[in-house]
């Protein structure tokens, strides 16, 4: 990331140059970096609400994929945020997204075993029954890492809040 990229501000926590470098150029909300990262995909990496919201403010793609198919929800998911997890999912993130290898947000929360995260996507509709390209499931990813916990919500989950089409 070059010294004043819209995406490192992102991850840094800068909400003044991310403010300035939109204000001079709009588009930059959606730039990728060489990863296919967009300011969302590193602002999720972190537990800097207010960066999110303020790069929900100006209207970003929520479903970009980097380069490997990852969505900013995913990548917020994996990462254990779930106050960005949550912000993502009330600002419309797709709970059920995939990225290239079919899995969702909901894999990636029964791979860390993160039962907050798990049973807010799947109160936001998430697909407990979504299969991977590797045909597995989020229970398989549970019960690989022992989280007896997160076996218990996906064998008798929330009941999913349904959001208006």
């Keep these: 990331m070059s010294g004043l990229s819209i995406h490192k501000a992102a991850l840094e926590g800068q909400p003044g140059l991310v403010r ?4 001079d150029d709009p588009k930059l909300i959606n730039a990728k970096d060489d990863d296919g990262r967009t300011p969302l995909h590193w602002a999720a990496t972190t537990s800097n609400l207010g960066m999110t919201q303020l790069l929900l403010s100006y209207s970003p793609d929520i479903e970009a994929r980097d380069a490997v198919g990852w ?3 995913m990548v917020a998911a994996a990462s254990g945020r779930i106050e960005i997890v949550n912000e993502l999912l009330n ?5 059920s997204a995939t990225n290239e290898k079919g899995q969702t947000p909901l894999h990636y929360a029964a791979s860390k075993g993160n039962v907050p995260i ?5 109160a936001k509709g998430a697909d407990i029954n979504a299969k991977d390209r590797a045909s ?3 229970l398989h990813r549970a019960a ?3 989280s007896t916990s997160f076996l ?6 929330p009941k ?3 959001r208006p089409a």
């Design 20 to 23: 300035t470098l939109l204000s």
């Design 71 to 73: 969505t900013p929800l």
């Design 91 to 95: 600002a419309g993130a797709e709970a």
């Design 118 to 122: 798990g049973r807010l996507l799947i």
């Design 136 to 138: 597995q499931f989020p």
């Design 144 to 146: 690989t890492t022992g």
């Design 152 to 157: 218990q919500i996906l064998l008798n989950p």
């Design 160 to 162: 999913a809040v349904r």
